[in-house]
């Protein structure tokens, strides 16, 4: 599949459609990060600690939310599941624009994070309808280009925002995208799972994909390679803004930092589309994660027993942290659905679900260190790295006995 692809759209606009279907995550998220005090004030809580919940509640959401709907569009087809999801996530949104205590904020958030997994997990099923191999990392790679986009603008609008109105008018915002983009998605994208692909609803269907899923070793294993990642990129969302506005006392340039690291995210990430297909996305991702441990490393040496470095410092190792997770996500993601393609809604939702879950208390126990100092974001860095190369030297020690039977 070259300029066309098999839906007659074309490939530039498909790439665009699932990355705006996938950032309105991204969103959700980054968006009100400039808000936080705001919402902390007007719900009556102002610990830092208790504010990273708006953050990590969303992530948890989105855990549990996908593995209902990826397994619903194996079987309903996927964009019925996607209408469904965004439906969730308006009605969830109301609940958190009204809140006027942090519990009901953060049920509003939950239920948020259950309604955007759809399009999120789906997205994922519909680009393993299409491609496969390190072509399909290729199209993960672009669309997690214009995905980066997001979180570099998402700060910046909400800190626009809260200039001329309140921290509701910023979810206000995020149900409009939201809205436009389904719209768009039900107008141009064709429905990719043929009735004759569709697997029978049934109370065993997840119990039976759950089962084909897991016997898939290098799924599995790549699965938790994301998990321990997505942990890492989710502590930092829920702790930059104790570094940079509470430790560094950045307040007002906090949104063009994210921006600006954000940058190298997005960077790496089209390199990574421009590279994979010579160098392989296994060969890649490996690199990424070995210069991404021996950087953490680096820097937890040089800082274990001192204050927060001079602010270029630190933005010169998280900046080498973000060009090492563009080479990571999206082929790891890939290298987990690759065998996985007769149970792609199920394999995307497993993949999904179990990666944030994992990601919730790695972010929620390495978060609760982040007061005096940015070490203990850099600690989990290093925690994570070294525990993923752990798991793919074991990847390898499980295939190696494989290849020797098949060879004798």
């Not at 626009?160 to 979810?171: A, C, D, K, P, Y």
């Not at 307040?251 to 063009?256: A, D, M, Q, S």
């Not at 930092?257 to 297909?277: E, K, P, Q, W």
Request: glycine share 8%.
């Amino acid at each position: 599949m070259n300029k066309k692809t098999t839906h007659n759209i074309s490939e530039l606009e498909f790439i665009a459609l699932m990355a705006f279907l996938m950032s309105n995550v991204a969103l959700s998220i980054d968006g009100i990060l400039p808000a936080l005090t705001n919402i902390g004030q007007s719900l009556n809580h102002t610990n830092s600690t208790d504010l990273q919940s708006i953050i990590t509640m969303i992530f948890l959401g989105l855990g549990i939310g996908q593995l209902f709907f990826g397994t619903l569009s194996d079987s309903l087809g996927r964009k019925p599941v996607v209408y469904l999801g965004v439906a969730t996530f308006m009605v969830a949104s109301v609940i958190a624009v009204t809140a006027n205590s942090l519990e009901v904020m953060l049920v509003g958030r939950f239920f948020q994070g259950i309604g955007l997994s759809a399009p999120r997990s789906v997205s994922i099923s519909i680009i393993r309808d299409l491609y496969s191999g390190n072509y399909m990392a290729r199209i993960m790679s672009f669309i997690t280009v214009i995905f980066i986009l997001v979180p570099m603008l998402a700060p910046i609008s909400g800190q626009l925002i809260l200039e001329v109105s309140n921290w509701q008018t910023i979810f206000y915002f995020q149900m409009g995208f939201t809205l436009l983009t389904v719209i768009w998605f039900g107008i141009r994208q064709k429905e990719t799972l043929k009735e004759i692909n569709r697997i029978k609803l049934t109370k065993y269907l997840f119990v039976d994909g759950a089962k084909a899923f897991f016997r898939y070793k290098e799924t599995v294993i790549y699965t938790l390679i994301s998990g321990l990642m997505t942990g890492n990129f989710m502590v930092y969302l829920s702790s930059s803004k104790q570094i940079f506005q509470d430790q560094y006392g950045l307040i007002n340039e906090f949104v063009y930092i994210f921006a600006g690291l954000s940058f190298f995210l997005g960077l790496s990430t089209f390199f990574n589309g421009s590279l994979v297909l010579r160098f392989g996305m296994k060969k890649l991702a490996t690199i990424a994660l070995y210069v991404f441990t021996l950087s953490a490393l680096v820097y937890t040496i040089l800082f274990i027993y001192s204050e927060n470095p001079n602010l270029y410092v630190l933005l010169l190792f998280i900046s080498t942290q973000f060009g090492c997770i563009g080479f990571i996500f999206g082929n790891i993601r890939a290298l987990a659905m690759q065998p996985i393609g007769h149970i792609a809604g199920i394999g995307a939702s497993l993949n999904g679900a179990i990666s944030t879950i994992m990601a919730v208390p790695i972010a929620m126990l390495i978060g609760h260190f982040i007061n005096q100092t940015a070490l203990p974001l850099f600690i989990g860095f290093l925690a994570c790295g070294g525990s993923s190369i752990l798991l793919l030297l074991l990847l390898e020690k499980i295939k190696k006995p494989i290849s020797d039977m098949e060879l004798g």
